[in-house]
């Protein structure tokens, strides 16, 4: 049981590239998320899906796209890279308990943007 | 979603007692009150959650008051591998979980 992974775990990118995060979770979760952290600072949710399929705005969605496609898996795409973007990039689950949740956490990408 | 406010950092030595108290004056009555622990380089990890009184688990505990308008996640004799940043969440009873992190506390545990 590995929980949440994710893929790459680093990766540097020239200003206006392109790349997809993948996050994967074997916990047959409903719910998964990309958070961005930058520095010293909380996490900030970008994009959400509560289901296979579907997916929904956070906080700050503005530069990212995201996919469903299978319940398992969570991608998050970044279509033309900008120096704001630099962050560290962490995909969670969580499954709908009727009271309260928990989420699990990926162990994170560090993504610099040049 | 309720808006909380915490001690940006605390420090401690080992052996003693840390208790972090956060508010969250506009929590709703079917809010949830969970705590996240996130050690450096790591995503951030499940502690702790209660609505009411008080929980313990075998990490921590968590009191809430009656009019639920703050919490103390207290952390019994910590030692240096409990330094890390702590997040208090108000998170809604409903089927879209939208969770808030704040800048959380930062504690760090001296020998």
């Known amino acids: 049981n590995a929980g949440v992974t994710q893929t790459p775990k680093f990766r540097v990118l020239k200003t206006g590239q392109s790349m997809t995060l993948l996050c994967a979770q074997d916990?047959?979760?409903?719910?998964m998320y990309w958070y961005r952290q930058d520095p010293g600072m909380g996490l900030r949710l970008i994009h959400y899906?509560?289901?296979?399929?579907?997916?929904a705005k956070g906080e700050v969605p503005d530069g990212y796209n995201v996919s469903r496609l299978k319940k398992q898996n969570f991608l998050l795409g970044l279509e033309s890279a900008a120096p704001s973007q630099t962050s560290v990039y962490f995909c969670?689950?969580?499954?709908?308990?009727?009271?309260?949740?928990?989420?699990?956490f990926g162990p994170g990408t560090r993504l610099l943007v040049l | 979603l309720a808006k909380t406010t915490q001690p940006i950092s605390m420090d401690s030595y080992e052996g003693q007692e840390v208790n972090i108290t956060c508010s969250h004056n506009?929590?709703?009555?079917?809010?949830?009150i969970t705590w996240y622990q996130q050690f450096p380089s790591q995503g951030p990890r499940f502690i702790i959650q209660?609505?009411?009184t008080k929980v313990t688990n075998e990490v921590a505990s968590l009191f809430i008051p009656a009019d639920r308008k703050s919490s103390t996640l207290s952390l019994p004799r910590v030692s240096l591998s409990d330094t890390a940043v702590y997040y208090c969440?108000?998170?809604?009873?409903?089927?879209?979980?939208?969770?808030?992190f704040g800048a959380g506390t930062t504690v760090t545990v001296r020998a």
């Open positions: 969670a689950s969580s499954y709908p308990t009727g009271g309260g949740e928990t989420q699990y």
């Open positions: 916990m047959n979760h409903e719910y």
């Open positions: 899906s509560v289901g296979e399929g579907t997916t």
């Open positions: 506009n929590i709703a009555t079917n809010d949830y």
């Open positions: 209660g609505y009411k």
């Open positions: 969440l108000v998170v809604p009873r409903s089927n879209d979980y939208k969770l808030s």
